[in-house]
């Protein structure tokens, strides 16, 4: 065993716990799903921790735990089922004719997730800007439709800067295999990511969503519709329902979504953009968990509104379970 990794346990669990934030990262992106991300991590650290004493230090550590984490991901993708975002799942739906139906299983969507759980928020203003870009739902959907292979090629070369030589190893494959398979996802993805969202830390950006804000709580709906740009979309996970357009959007929140009416909304950093924890008014005084929104703006304008109907998500955001006057 390498002399670097002969350590005491609690300085080689100091060790692993290091890079479980990449590691997330890693296998959200992989996956589309924050709870399946963190299971493969876990099973990623069990097996690390079991195995140490077998750990030869010909790569390092940490491509060592990439190289576990990758085969865990790899064998929970066997299914042929691929999460999505509803627009992928079929038209835009009139609104007039919006019939909910039966909620559809979670595992069918790209799920979202905090950045301070993938990302480092605190690190250089440029690298935090690029890890934010390949974290945004339109960009983790996409990945979801190339093959497993292709998909941790992409991530690797694409989204963490690896060498081709080093993704060669960690894959057990060689360069030209390597170079071949970016060369077919970069195919595959390209016009499928989505274009790109203003930065969050603009004063702009900050302005509008403050009046977003403003409009939504208190339920004003033309000064809401006001922010949307002409091919904003609405999408509210577990249905597949997903509106396009202001007018849309309108009607759809003075009818059936005016459950929403009287929400409170608490910001949280998700998926690269901005986005609330939204609360239901449940009695005078009581606001409880509803849905996490995801708010993306691009142009000074909302483009994507996506909303996300798992209460049970809002404690993966460090938020209160509820909100009292």
């Known amino acids: ?99 909910l139906g039966d909620q559809l299983p979670e595992h069918m969507f790209v799920q979202p997730i905090a950045d301070e759980r993938v990302i480092d928020v605190d690190g250089d203003p440029a690298d935090v800007a690029a890890a934010r870009e390949s974290i945004r739902l339109a960009f983790v959907a996409a990945l979801q439709h190339l093959p497993a292979r292709q998909r941790s090629v992409l991530i690797l070369r694409e989204v963490l800067q690896w060498q081709a030589t080093e993704v060669a190893e960690l894959l057990e494959t060689t360069v030209a295999s390597v170079n071949s398979a970016l060369q077919r996802a970069r195919a595959t993805l390209a016009g499928m990511q989505g274009e790109a969202l203003d930065p969050t830390l603009d004063p702009d950006h900050r302005a509008l969503l403050a009046r977003y804000v403003d409009a939504f709580e208190r339920y004003d709906i033309p000064a809401l519709v006001g922010l949307l740009r002409d091919d904003v979309v609405l999408s509210m996970p577990p249905w597949d329902v997903w509106l396009r357009g202001p007018q849309e959007l309108a009607d759809w929140f003075l009818g059936t979504g005016i459950v929403c009416e009287h929400g409170r909304l608490l910001p949280i950093n998700v998926n690269g953009t901005a986005g609330y924890g939204n609360y239901h008014l449940v009695r005078p005084g009581l606001w409880e968990p509803w849905a996490v929104q995801v708010i993306e703006v691009a142009g000074g304008r909302i483009v994507g509104h996506h909303n996300f109907l798992f209460p049970e998500l809002f404690a993966e955001f460090g938020l209160p379970d509820r909100i009292e006057a």
């Open 1 to 99: 065993m390498s002399s670097s990794l002969s350590m005491a346990g609690t300085d080689l669990e100091r060790a692993l716990e290091s890079h479980r934030r990449e590691l997330t990262g890693y296998c959200y992106r992989m996956m589309g799903a924050g709870s399946e991300a963190e299971d493969a991590v876990q099973e990623t650290m069990v097996r690390a921790w079991a195995s140490i004493d077998r750990f030869e230090g010909r790569s390092s550590l940490r491509t060592w735990l990439y190289s576990i984490a990758n085969n865990i991901c790899i064998d929970m993708l066997r299914s042929p089922q691929r999460r999505a975002r509803p627009m992928e799942m079929g038209p835009s739906t009139a609104t007039a004719e919006v019939v």
